[in-house]
């Protein structure tokens, strides 16, 4: 889903709309056929008697709650995590229930940095540093894609808004 247009001022358009590198997904989705393995071997091997069924709820139940909480929830995390750039300011939006945002006008950026470890450097992310003049100071977005690419992109994007 796009970022909404109705969000955007006069004369603003997006440049780039992106979530957080996808290796925030590695662990949960390779945690699915893990845990739903583990969970179907151990509902059937539990032995028959009276407690078989509550047993078998038991394990199902379980193995929910942890696909919930360790697969589910940072997939959803990660769903409605959004590094946006505009010609206009850097939009940081996050919060699966509660909603969390910052804004920061290209027109106060000073300097643009980033950061990647060599798993980073391998896998096209790293950690984005944006330093502004405020009083909050400094925006550390990690884990964006293509992060060096989107450091000269949000430099292109303040030139040009001081050119204008």
């Not at 969000?7 to 845990?35: F, Q, T």
């Not at 379980?62 to 959803?76: D, E, I, N, Q, T």
């Not at 027109?107 to 330093?131: A, K, P, Q, Y």
């Not at 550390?140 to 949000?154: G, M, N, T």
Request: hydrophobic share 45%; net charge positive; charged share 20%.
């Amino acid at each position: 889903m796009a970022f909404p247009r109705r969000l955007l001022g006069d004369g603003e358009e997006v440049v780039l709309d992106l979530h957080p590198h996808w290796k925030r997904l590695v662990v949960p989705a390779v945690l699915v056929p893990v845990v739903a393995g583990v969970a179907t071997y151990v509902v059937f091997v539990l032995p028959s008697g009276s407690f078989q069924t509550a047993g078998r709820l038991a394990v199902v139940a379980v193995a929910l709650a942890v696909l919930l909480r360790f697969s589910v929830w940072p997939w959803l995390r990660w769903l409605t995590t959004r590094y946006v750039l505009t010609t206009h300011r850097v939009v940081i939006r996050q919060g699966v229930f509660g909603r969390s945002g910052r804004d920061v006008p290209l027109t106060r950026v000073n300097d643009v940095s980033f950061h990647h470890s060599l798993l980073e450097r391998m896998l096209g992310c790293g950690t984005l540093t944006i330093e502004s003049a405020g009083e909050h100071g400094q925006v550390e977005l990690p884990e964006v894609p293509r992060v060096e690419q989107v450091q000269r992109e949000v430099y292109r994007c303040v030139e040009e808004l001081g050119r204008g």
